[in-house]
């Protein structure tokens, strides 16, 4: 079904991680339907583009900065380049993310959780202090008393401790202690929420072999949609409307919340 979208978000410049896939590119093309500039950032760059692309095909401004966010040098030019081409990132969102290889917490490697933790945990955290930072020399638009927004993709691993994603899931309660702890150092200039979808067709789950068949575990773990109150996986577009919502003047009043996307299958 199409409708018109409210122009929500114009004048403001957004910066989303992990933005050449799934849930990332359905938050980009969201926040410029509604009016917004992007940066958009991904480790791949050919994805990144493809994004960007998309977005210009809407008559919005999008420029593209590879980086890989577990790398502190990278996110300081990102950071750079992003100030640099538009003054300023009002709504920031911490997407980029992996799941991993499935393994019981007794039996994973540590590099592996290494490198999960790296990317899920590290990197929002550093893309957050990095923009943060910048963020509370700016302006504020003169639409809002607020300096920028953050917005936090976590899951609901990270509110119950799933088997065989333990890394996952820690790495994703962590990005919600880290979503509170801000929000309480950093208001009443930002907001900092957080987001935690359910199970959402993405490639999250079809990137590597391994990663594949966990991902169908997981759908057959939960008998696909059986038992999701709403009977149907989530869309990226369905984590993209509530990121518009936390990214607008909307929801001013929100801050440390950490908000389920899910079809109803997790209730904490
Ligand atoms: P996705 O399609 O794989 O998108 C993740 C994107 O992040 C990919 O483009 C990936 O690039 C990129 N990325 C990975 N490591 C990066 C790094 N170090 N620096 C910059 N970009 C990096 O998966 P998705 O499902 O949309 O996931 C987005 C977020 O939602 C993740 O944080 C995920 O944990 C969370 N989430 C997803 C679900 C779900 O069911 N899909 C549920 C709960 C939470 P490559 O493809 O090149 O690695």
């Not at 480790?43 to 790398?71: F, H, N, P, W, Y």
């Not at 893309?127 to 700016?138: A, E, G, N, P, T």
Request: charged share 25%.
């Amino acid at each position: 079904m199409s409708r018109t979208l409210e122009q929500r978000l114009s004048g403001r410049v957004a910066l989303v991680t992990g933005s050449g896939s799934g849930i990332g590119r359905a938050i980009s093309i969201r926040f410029a339907s509604e009016g917004a500039a992007l940066v958009i950032n991904d480790v791949d760059e050919k994805t990144a583009l493809e994004t960007r692309q998309m977005i210009e095909k809407l008559g919005k401004k999008a420029i593209v900065v590879k980086a890989d966010i577990s790398k502190s040098a990278e996110v300081e030019a990102m950071a750079k380049e992003a100030y640099e081409k538009f003054g300023r990132v009002d709504v920031l969102v911490n997407n980029a993310g992996v799941s991993g290889i499935p393994y019981k917490l007794i039996d994973l490697p540590e590099k592996e959780w290494d490198e999960v933790m790296a990317v899920n945990l590290r990197g929002t955290w550093l893309v957050s202090k990095v923009i943060c930072k910048r963020m509370l020399k700016q302006e504020p638009l003169k639409i809002s008393t607020l300096l920028g927004k953050v917005i936090n993709i976590s899951s609901i691993a990270g509110k119950t401790g799933e088997q065989t994603v333990g890394c996952y899931s820690a790495t994703k309660a962590g990005i919600i202690a880290v979503t509170q702890a801000m929000a309480r150092e950093l208001g009443p200039k930002i907001t900092v929420n957080a987001i935690c979808p359910g199970f959402i067709l993405t490639n999250i789950y079809l990137n590597k072999e391994e990663v594949v068949m966990a991902g169908a575990r997981i759908f057959e773990n939960i008998h696909t949609v059986g038992e999701i109150p709403l009977k149907r996986i989530g869309q990226p577009e369905d984590v993209a409307n509530v990121a518009a919502f936390l990214a607008s003047t909307d929801s001013d009043y929100m801050t440390g919340q950490a908000i389920n996307i899910c079809g109803g299958i997790a209730f904490h």
